[in-house]
Protein backbone atom coordinates (compact mmCIF):
# COMPACT_ATOMS: atom_id res chain seq x y z
CA UNK A 1 0.00 0.00 0.00
CA UNK A 2 2.78 2.71 0.81
CA UNK A 3 4.88 1.43 -2.58
CA UNK A 4 1.62 2.46 -4.08
CA UNK A 5 0.91 5.50 -2.57
CA UNK A 6 4.83 6.11 -2.96
CA UNK A 7 4.24 5.28 -6.92
CA UNK A 8 1.27 7.28 -7.09
CA UNK A 9 3.25 10.22 -5.50
CA UNK A 10 5.91 10.35 -7.88
CA UNK A 11 3.34 10.46 -10.96
CA UNK A 12 1.89 13.26 -9.86
CA UNK A 13 4.68 15.14 -8.90
CA UNK A 14 6.24 14.34 -12.75
CA UNK A 15 2.94 15.96 -14.23
CA UNK A 16 3.43 19.18 -11.85
CA UNK A 17 6.63 19.40 -13.04
CA UNK A 18 5.65 18.63 -17.02
CA UNK A 19 2.92 21.50 -16.90
CA UNK A 20 5.09 23.66 -15.06
CA UNK A 21 7.83 23.39 -17.73
CA UNK A 22 5.43 23.76 -20.27
CA UNK A 23 4.59 27.57 -18.63
CA UNK A 24 7.91 28.38 -18.53
CA UNK A 25 7.49 27.97 -22.47
CA UNK A 26 6.15 31.64 -23.34
CA UNK A 27 4.23 32.38 -26.48
CA UNK A 28 6.60 34.21 -29.21
CA UNK A 29 5.70 37.65 -29.37
CA UNK A 30 5.31 39.54 -32.61
CA UNK A 31 5.26 43.14 -34.18
CA UNK A 32 6.38 44.30 -37.28
CA UNK A 33 7.26 48.13 -38.54
CA UNK A 34 8.28 48.81 -42.85
CA UNK A 35 9.79 51.65 -45.13
CA UNK A 36 7.80 52.74 -48.58
CA UNK A 37 10.27 53.10 -51.60
CA UNK A 38 7.76 53.63 -54.63
CA UNK A 39 5.96 50.04 -54.59
CA UNK A 40 8.89 48.30 -52.78
CA UNK A 41 8.50 47.38 -48.55
CA UNK A 42 11.15 46.42 -46.60
CA UNK A 43 9.99 45.16 -43.48
CA UNK A 44 11.72 45.03 -40.11
CA UNK A 45 9.90 41.99 -37.71
CA UNK A 46 10.42 42.28 -33.75
CA UNK A 47 9.84 39.41 -31.95
CA UNK A 48 10.53 36.97 -29.03
CA UNK A 49 10.73 33.04 -28.27
CA UNK A 50 11.01 32.40 -32.40
CA UNK A 51 11.91 29.78 -34.59
CA UNK A 52 9.90 30.41 -37.77
CA UNK A 53 8.39 33.15 -39.67
CA UNK A 54 5.51 33.15 -42.43
CA UNK A 55 5.10 36.31 -43.93
CA UNK A 56 1.72 37.15 -45.71
CA UNK A 57 2.16 39.97 -47.90
CA UNK A 58 -2.23 40.29 -48.65
CA UNK A 59 -1.31 40.36 -52.56
CA UNK A 60 -1.53 36.44 -53.04
CA UNK A 61 2.13 35.65 -53.37
CA UNK A 62 3.69 33.29 -51.55
CA UNK A 63 4.67 32.85 -47.98
CA UNK A 64 7.96 34.66 -46.89
CA UNK A 65 10.08 33.28 -44.24
CA UNK A 66 12.88 35.49 -43.37
CA UNK A 67 13.30 37.65 -41.02
CA UNK A 68 12.86 41.48 -43.00
CA UNK A 69 11.50 40.21 -46.48
CA UNK A 70 11.77 43.12 -48.66
CA UNK A 71 8.67 43.03 -50.96
CA UNK A 72 7.51 44.80 -54.40
CA UNK A 73 3.67 45.22 -55.27
CA UNK A 74 2.28 45.28 -58.68
CA UNK A 75 -0.07 47.81 -58.13
CA UNK A 76 -0.15 51.63 -56.48
CA UNK A 77 -2.33 53.58 -54.64
CA UNK A 78 -3.44 50.35 -53.06
CA UNK A 79 -3.80 49.03 -49.08
CA UNK A 80 -2.62 45.95 -48.74
CA UNK A 81 -3.45 43.64 -45.12
CA UNK A 82 0.11 42.21 -44.26
CA UNK A 83 0.14 39.85 -41.40
CA UNK A 84 3.36 38.13 -39.88
CA UNK A 85 2.98 34.42 -37.83
CA UNK A 86 5.72 33.77 -35.52
CA UNK A 87 6.15 30.40 -34.68
CA UNK A 88 8.02 29.34 -31.28
CA UNK A 89 8.48 26.37 -29.10
CA UNK A 90 5.84 27.89 -26.68
CA UNK A 91 2.98 28.39 -30.10
CA UNK A 92 2.47 30.64 -32.54
CA UNK A 93 1.88 34.40 -32.78
CA UNK A 94 0.01 36.40 -35.43
CA UNK A 95 -0.14 40.07 -35.78
CA UNK A 96 -1.93 42.02 -38.75
CA UNK A 97 -1.04 45.75 -40.10
CA UNK A 98 -1.96 47.76 -42.85
CA UNK A 99 0.57 48.64 -45.76
CA UNK A 100 0.57 51.47 -47.84
CA UNK A 101 1.72 51.96 -51.50
CA UNK A 102 1.31 55.58 -52.78
CA UNK A 103 0.16 56.42 -56.07
CA UNK A 104 2.91 56.93 -58.56
CA UNK A 105 4.58 60.14 -58.73
CA UNK A 106 4.52 62.19 -62.26
CA UNK A 107 8.17 61.71 -62.04
CA UNK A 108 7.43 57.95 -62.38
CA UNK A 109 4.51 57.84 -64.90
CA UNK A 110 6.85 60.16 -67.03
CA UNK A 111 9.85 58.10 -66.57
CA UNK A 112 8.94 54.87 -65.67
CA UNK A 113 11.14 55.19 -62.54
CA UNK A 114 11.89 57.25 -59.11
CA UNK A 115 13.77 60.73 -59.18
CA UNK A 116 17.17 60.04 -60.04
CA UNK A 117 17.31 56.08 -61.03
CA UNK A 118 18.32 54.93 -64.23
CA UNK A 119 14.92 54.91 -65.85
CA UNK A 120 13.42 56.24 -69.10
CA UNK A 121 10.23 56.19 -70.86
CA UNK A 122 10.30 57.35 -74.89
CA UNK A 123 7.03 59.52 -75.64
CA UNK A 124 5.39 60.57 -78.93
CA UNK A 125 2.52 62.37 -80.48
CA UNK A 126 -0.36 59.78 -80.71
CA UNK A 127 -1.86 59.39 -84.53
CA UNK A 128 -4.80 58.10 -82.94
CA UNK A 129 -5.70 60.83 -80.62
CA UNK A 130 -9.22 62.06 -80.87
CA UNK A 131 -8.42 65.26 -81.62
CA UNK A 132 -5.80 68.05 -82.69
CA UNK A 133 -6.77 71.51 -80.59
CA UNK A 134 -5.61 74.64 -81.29
CA UNK A 135 -6.87 77.62 -78.68
CA UNK A 136 -6.02 80.94 -77.91
CA UNK A 137 -3.52 80.71 -75.21
CA UNK A 138 -5.72 82.38 -72.80
CA UNK A 139 -5.74 81.46 -69.30
CA UNK A 140 -8.84 79.02 -69.38
CA UNK A 141 -7.63 78.29 -72.94
CA UNK A 142 -10.89 79.53 -75.34
CA UNK A 143 -11.88 79.88 -77.52
CA UNK A 144 -11.45 77.11 -79.63
CA UNK A 145 -9.82 77.97 -83.00
CA UNK A 146 -10.01 74.61 -84.82
CA UNK A 147 -10.49 71.42 -83.70
CA UNK A 148 -8.68 68.48 -86.09
CA UNK A 149 -8.74 64.74 -85.50
CA UNK A 150 -5.80 63.59 -84.16
CA UNK A 151 -4.34 62.27 -87.33
CA UNK A 152 -4.68 65.72 -88.97
CA UNK A 153 -0.73 66.42 -89.09
CA UNK A 154 -0.62 63.03 -92.00
CA UNK A 155 -3.50 65.31 -93.97
CA UNK A 156 -0.95 68.27 -94.42
CA UNK A 157 2.17 66.54 -94.83
CA UNK A 158 3.63 66.03 -91.52
CA UNK A 159 2.98 62.00 -90.62
CA UNK A 160 6.89 61.76 -89.60
CA UNK A 161 5.83 63.99 -86.62
CA UNK A 162 4.37 60.72 -85.25
CA UNK A 163 7.02 59.17 -84.82
CA UNK A 164 9.76 61.18 -83.03
CA UNK A 165 10.83 60.09 -79.50
CA UNK A 166 11.07 62.17 -76.35
CA UNK A 167 13.01 60.26 -73.98
CA UNK A 168 12.35 61.34 -70.15
CA UNK A 169 15.01 59.78 -67.84
CA UNK A 170 14.93 59.64 -63.64
CA UNK A 171 18.06 61.18 -63.41
CA UNK A 172 16.35 64.72 -65.32
CA UNK A 173 18.01 64.28 -68.79
CA UNK A 174 15.86 64.75 -72.11
CA UNK A 175 17.02 63.27 -75.11
CA UNK A 176 14.83 63.61 -78.33
CA UNK A 177 15.16 61.12 -81.45
CA UNK A 178 13.87 61.94 -84.74
CA UNK A 179 13.09 59.72 -86.86
CA UNK A 180 12.48 61.72 -90.04
CA UNK A 181 15.78 63.84 -89.71
CA UNK A 182 13.55 66.81 -88.31
CA UNK A 183 11.24 68.14 -85.68
CA UNK A 184 7.50 69.60 -85.66
CA UNK A 185 8.24 73.27 -84.83
CA UNK A 186 6.25 76.91 -85.28
CA UNK A 187 6.09 78.32 -88.62
CA UNK A 188 7.06 81.57 -87.25
CA UNK A 189 9.77 80.35 -84.98
CA UNK A 190 11.41 79.23 -88.40
CA UNK A 191 10.98 82.46 -89.91
CA UNK A 192 12.12 84.85 -87.37
CA UNK A 193 14.80 82.22 -86.23
CA UNK A 194 16.11 81.37 -89.78
CA UNK A 195 15.93 77.80 -89.02
CA UNK A 196 15.56 75.48 -91.93
CA UNK A 197 12.15 74.22 -92.82
CA UNK A 198 10.69 71.50 -95.57
CA UNK A 199 8.17 74.09 -97.57
CA UNK A 200 5.04 72.94 -96.95
CA UNK A 201 2.15 75.13 -97.84
CA UNK A 202 -0.40 72.98 -96.36
CA UNK A 203 1.50 73.37 -92.70
CA UNK A 204 2.32 76.80 -92.94
CA UNK A 205 -1.01 78.07 -93.39
CA UNK A 206 -1.74 76.16 -89.69
CA UNK A 207 1.21 78.17 -88.81
CA UNK A 208 2.73 74.76 -88.36
CA UNK A 209 6.69 73.23 -90.21
CA UNK A 210 8.90 70.74 -90.24
CA UNK A 211 12.17 71.92 -89.22
CA UNK A 212 15.18 70.09 -90.83
CA UNK A 213 17.79 69.13 -90.11
CA UNK A 214 17.26 68.71 -86.48
CA UNK A 215 19.91 67.83 -84.04
CA UNK A 216 18.83 66.36 -80.25
CA UNK A 217 20.15 69.46 -77.72
CA UNK A 218 22.96 67.81 -76.17
CA UNK A 219 22.25 68.28 -72.31
CA UNK A 220 18.92 69.16 -72.30
CA UNK A 221 17.00 68.73 -69.33
CA UNK A 222 13.77 68.86 -67.85
CA UNK A 223 11.79 69.68 -64.58
CA UNK A 224 8.55 68.77 -63.11
CA UNK A 225 6.99 71.59 -61.17
CA UNK A 226 3.49 71.12 -59.61
CA UNK A 227 1.16 73.64 -58.43
CA UNK A 228 2.59 76.07 -60.07
CA UNK A 229 1.18 79.63 -61.03
CA UNK A 230 2.24 79.04 -64.76
CA UNK A 231 2.49 82.94 -65.50
CA UNK A 232 3.53 84.33 -69.05
CA UNK A 233 3.22 87.15 -71.54
CA UNK A 234 0.45 86.39 -74.39
CA UNK A 235 -1.07 88.14 -77.01
CA UNK A 236 -4.98 87.72 -78.76
CA UNK A 237 -4.29 89.99 -81.55
CA UNK A 238 -0.52 89.91 -82.10
CA UNK A 239 0.02 93.72 -81.13
CA UNK A 240 -1.17 94.24 -77.84
CA UNK A 241 1.02 91.77 -74.62
CA UNK A 242 -1.28 90.81 -71.78
CA UNK A 243 -0.11 88.58 -68.58
CA UNK A 244 -2.07 85.64 -68.55
CA UNK A 245 -1.55 83.53 -65.44
CA UNK A 246 -2.78 79.85 -65.19
CA UNK A 247 -3.38 78.87 -61.76
CA UNK A 248 -1.92 75.70 -59.91
CA UNK A 249 -0.87 73.86 -62.93
CA UNK A 250 1.35 71.19 -63.60
CA UNK A 251 4.24 72.09 -66.29
CA UNK A 252 7.04 71.00 -67.32
CA UNK A 253 10.09 73.26 -67.98
CA UNK A 254 13.34 72.61 -69.84
CA UNK A 255 16.88 73.61 -70.29
CA UNK A 256 19.34 73.43 -72.53
CA UNK A 257 17.25 73.59 -76.00
CA UNK A 258 14.91 70.85 -74.54
CA UNK A 259 11.52 71.04 -75.14
CA UNK A 260 7.90 68.71 -75.91
CA UNK A 261 6.15 68.15 -78.91
CA UNK A 262 6.92 71.71 -81.12
CA UNK A 263 9.44 73.78 -81.26
CA UNK A 264 8.81 76.97 -80.96
CA UNK A 265 9.74 80.24 -78.83
CA UNK A 266 8.01 79.02 -75.46
CA UNK A 267 9.35 75.68 -74.68
CA UNK A 268 7.54 75.45 -70.93
CA UNK A 269 4.37 73.66 -70.98
CA UNK A 270 1.38 72.68 -69.35
CA UNK A 271 0.83 68.86 -68.33
CA UNK A 272 -3.08 68.17 -68.22
CA UNK A 273 -3.01 64.78 -68.07
CA UNK A 274 -0.31 62.36 -67.25
CA UNK A 275 -1.00 58.36 -66.66
CA UNK A 276 1.51 55.13 -67.78
CA UNK A 277 0.51 55.56 -71.21
CA UNK A 278 -0.70 58.56 -72.36
CA UNK A 279 -0.13 62.53 -71.70
CA UNK A 280 -2.24 65.36 -72.62
CA UNK A 281 0.21 68.63 -72.79
CA UNK A 282 -0.65 72.65 -73.62
CA UNK A 283 2.22 73.47 -76.01
CA UNK A 284 2.53 77.67 -76.99
CA UNK A 285 3.31 78.78 -80.51
CA UNK A 286 2.99 82.09 -81.57
CA UNK A 287 1.54 82.75 -85.31
CA UNK A 288 1.93 86.38 -85.20
CA UNK A 289 4.30 88.18 -87.77
CA UNK A 290 4.79 91.27 -87.85
CA UNK A 291 3.71 92.30 -84.17
CA UNK A 292 4.94 90.81 -81.26
CA UNK A 293 6.64 88.04 -83.01
CA UNK A 294 7.74 85.37 -79.95
CA UNK A 295 4.68 86.22 -78.15
CA UNK A 296 2.76 82.92 -77.61
CA UNK A 297 -1.02 83.73 -78.69
CA UNK A 298 -2.22 80.13 -79.76
CA UNK A 299 -1.94 76.57 -77.87
CA UNK A 300 -1.48 73.46 -79.09
CA UNK A 301 -3.67 71.22 -76.72
CA UNK A 302 -1.40 67.52 -77.52
CA UNK A 303 -1.80 63.92 -76.86
CA UNK A 304 1.44 61.91 -76.56
CA UNK A 305 1.26 58.12 -76.07
CA UNK A 306 4.42 55.56 -74.75
CA UNK A 307 6.36 54.98 -77.80
CA UNK A 308 7.31 50.85 -78.03
Request: aromatic residues 12%.
Amino acid sequence: MKRKFKLAGLLFLGMILFVTCKKETPLPTASFTYSVTGNTVTFYAQVTNDSKYEWNFGDGSYINTIHSPVHSYSSYGVDYNVSLTIIGPGGSTTVTGKVTIPPKTKMQLLTGGVAGSTSSKKWRLSSSAPSFLITAATSNFQPTVKDYPGSVLGAVGLAMVYTDEFIFKGDGSLTINSKGGGIFAGYVYCLATGTPIVPNADAAGAGLAYAKPFVTPPGATFAINEGKNFTLTTTLDGKTPLTTTYPNVTTLSFTKGGFLGVLDFKSECIIQQLSDTKMVANVFVSTVYPGLIGTPNMALTLTFEVAP
